[in-house]
């Protein structure tokens, strides 16, 4: 945003998700989510997301900056999730759209858990949103429809 001539990789977060920042990661805090691993796309405007909500985190998190998210389609984070190992009780992915759009609509269950919150999704994924997607049963088994979204948090109304 500020260098136009850089790449998409080295962009740095737009002045809109800097100002969510201090939003998502109240967020975080007041939340039960204490992810055991953080898979984060290795792009500059994600490694600023992670920084920006990092105090939230369990300090033991595995945090593990992956190109390969950068980019991703939504069959390699679902292959990723299920090379997790069943010490992982919670993970959480830092990463892109159209691709985290496309894994929530693919893993939750439209008639479980937030439906507002999936329709929504169903519409637009805003800028620093927080989606919390439950899964029961090993991390080999999660699968398309097998999940629910419990909740949604943006840091601002959605610009449909």
Same mark, same amino acid.
């Given at each position: 945003?500020?260098?136009?001539?850089?790449?998409?990789?080295?962009?740095?977060?737009?002045?809109?998700?800097?100002?969510?920042?201090?939003?998502?990661?109240?967020? $975080?805090? #007041?939340?039960?989510?204490?992810? *055991?691993?953080?898979?984060?796309?290795?792009? @500059?405007?994600?490694?600023? !997301?992670? %920084?920006?909500?990092?105090?939230?985190?369990?300090?033991?998190?595995?945090?593990?900056?992956?190109?390969?998210l950068y980019?991703?389609?939504?069959?390699?984070?679902?292959?990723?999730?299920?090379?997790?190992?069943?010490?992982?009780?919670?993970?959480?992915?830092?990463?892109?759209?159209?691709?985290?759009?496309?894994?929530?609509? $693919?893993? #939750?269950?439209?008639?479980?858990? *937030?439906?507002?919150?999936?329709?929504?999704? @169903?519409?637009?994924?805003? !800028?620093? %949103?927080?989606?919390t997607i439950?899964?029961?049963?090993?991390?080999?088994?999660?699968?398309?429809?097998?999940?629910?979204?419990d909740d949604?948090?943006?840091?601002?109304?959605?610009?449909?």
């Open positions: 945003w500020d260098q136009p001539a850089s790449g998409d990789h080295d962009r740095s977060l737009s002045d809109r998700g800097r100002s969510a920042l201090p939003l998502m990661d109240e967020h $975080l805090a #007041a939340s039960s989510l204490r992810p *055991d691993l953080v898979w984060c796309s290795s792009a @500059q405007r994600t490694i600023e !997301t992670l %920084a920006g909500i990092r105090s939230a985190l369990p300090g033991q998190a595995d945090i593990d900056i992956d190109r390969n980019n991703a389609y939504e069959d390699t984070v679902l292959g990723r999730l299920r090379e997790l190992t069943d010490d992982v009780d919670c993970a959480m992915v830092v990463g892109h759209n159209p691709t985290m759009q496309r894994v929530a609509l $693919l893993l #939750a269950n439209p008639k479980a858990g *937030d439906t507002a919150g999936y329709r929504q999704v @169903q519409t637009k994924l805003p !800028t620093g %949103a927080i989606m439950s899964f029961d049963g090993p991390w080999s088994e999660v699968d398309a429809g097998s999940a629910r979204l949604l948090f943006t840091p601002r109304p959605p610009r449909n």
